[in-house]
Nanobody, 121 residues
Framework: QVRLVESGGGLVRPGGSLRLSCAAS????????MAWYRQAPGKQREFVAS???????NYADSVKGRFTISRDNAKNTVYLQMNSLKPEDTAAYFC???????????????WGQGTQVTVSS
């Protein structure tokens, strides 16, 4: 079992910043990709950003230049620095990770429980 726990969400004014964190724990041999997704009320979950083990990153067009994803491999943690936030960024943000489990070497893909980000004046 691999568990992901997000933190750092909250209420922020337009133009403000927030930093989300997601820590992975459990039977982890290796984490390959870590990513952030978001889901606004009444909408489908959408990709926000990802970072692979080699450090390569991808971003949704809607957040490029405003959001930065990073990871600390020693802590099995991924971060999402969100700047210049807009009301349309309001959503529940979910962390996702995939890799290999220890002992069994089976692949895993796990989701966190989500953290709410609300951008409003």
């Amino acid at each position: 079992q691999v568990r992901l726990v997000e933190s750092g969400g909250g209420l922020v004014r337009p133009g403000g910043s927030l930093r989300l964190s997601c820590a992975a724990s459990g039977n982890i041999f290796r984490i390959d990709a870590m990513a952030w997704y978001r889901q606004a009320p009444g909408k489908q979950r959408e990709f926000v950003a990802s970072v692979r083990g080699d450090g390569s990153m991808n971003y949704a067009d809607s957040v490029k230049g405003r959001f930065t994803i990073s990871r600390d491999n020693a802590k099995n943690t991924v971060y999402l620095q969100m700047n210049s936030l807009k009301p349309e960024d309001t959503a529940a943000y979910f962390c996702n990770a995939d890799g290999l489990m220890s002992f069994t070497n089976r692949p895993f893909q796990s989701w966190g429980q989500g953290t709410q980000v609300t951008v409003s004046s």
